[in-house]
């Protein structure tokens, strides 16, 4: 168990398409354990494994209801819509509206390598899209309507 450094708004790897992952080895539980660390130490309510510098399809979040950890998560269904404000570890001090599903169903593997579905609304919906973006090299900027006032509460 580790934390890891996190990678800002700038750095190129948070552009780029991250990999699915085949095996879930060591490497990838140990991954999933540091970013859970990760996303506690610096108070996110998720993280992508690129903003740990790494390009693999791993997410992790925990909306204040345990970790969850998600491996090649991919939404399957979204429903309805819903402007909320986002923030992200990667982009410190800086906080925006963005229009996202109101609603979401997501598989994924767990670390043991089961295929799980979720479904999301509110807090969690976002997360999961926030997160599923970031292996797209996408940032909530990207899609911002409009920047927001920082409140210290956003994740
Ligand atoms: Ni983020």
Redesign the pocket.
Known sequence: MAIRQIRYEGDPILRKVSREVTEINDRIITLLEDMIDTMYEYEGV?L?AP?VGVLRRVVVIDIGEGPIKLINPEIIEEEGEIIDVEG????PGRAGNVKRPEKVKVKYLDESGEEKIIEGTGLLAKALC??ID?LNGI??IDKMIEEVELDEDED
């Open positions: 998720g992508a903003q992200c570890l990667s982009i926030h997160e970031h940032l909530y």
